[in-house]
């Protein structure tokens, strides 16, 4: 008789621990992304010259440090840019002779930063 209230004791002490999981944390959907981190890359210029936007690649252009994505940007299409400037590059030391200074930047996002 001991041993089977041992036995019961036992069973509801592992049944008890194994439903006991109201707190766990839920694998994320797809679709829900409200507190996915997206994560900058980190590209060498050489890395970089890929992101052209030649043949459906992005178009990604570095300035001090920071890449931006101009993929999609009309001014940008097909990594083409006015005065001879293409995607792929750090655009750093030319920025200073455009007509419109670094505060174009804002309205793109960066999405890396160019290491060594
Ligand atoms: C590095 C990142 C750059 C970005 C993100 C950028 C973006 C843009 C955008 C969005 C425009 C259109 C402005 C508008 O019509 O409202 C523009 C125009 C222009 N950009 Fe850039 N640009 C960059 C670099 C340069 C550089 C390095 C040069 C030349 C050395 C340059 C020369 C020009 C010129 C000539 C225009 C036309 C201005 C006009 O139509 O009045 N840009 N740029």
Same mark, same amino acid.
């Given at each position: ?7 019961? #004791?036992?069973?509801?002490?592992? /049944? ?9 944390? #839920?694998?994320?959907?797809? =679709? ?13 210029? =050489?890395?970089?010259?890929? /992101?052209?936007?030649?043949? %459906? ?5 570095? &300035?001090? %440090?920071?890449?931006?994505? &101009? ?11 006015? !005065?001879?400037?293409?995607? %792929?590059?750090?655009?750093?030391? /030319? ?5 419109? %200074?670094?505060?174009?930047?804002? !309205?793109?996002?960066? &999405?890396?930063?160019? &290491? =060594?």
């Amino acid at each position: 008789m001991k041993k089977l209230i041992l036995i019961l #004791s036992i069973s509801l002490i592992l /049944f008890g621990c194994s439903t006991t999981t109201p707190n766990e944390p #839920s694998t994320p959907s797809p =679709e829900d992304n409200s507190e996915v981190e997206t994560e900058l890359l980190e590209l060498t210029l =050489e890395e970089l010259a890929e /992101f052209d936007g030649k043949d %459906g690649r992005k178009a990604y252009v570095a &300035v001090d %440090g920071d890449i931006y994505d &101009v993929t999609g940007n009309r001014k940008w299409l097909n990594g083409e840019h006015e !005065q001879g400037m293409t995607a %792929g590059k750090d655009l750093s030391e /030319f920025i200073s002779s455009a007509p419109h %200074g670094k505060d174009i930047l804002k !309205q793109f996002t960066i &999405v890396g930063k160019l &290491v =060594e």
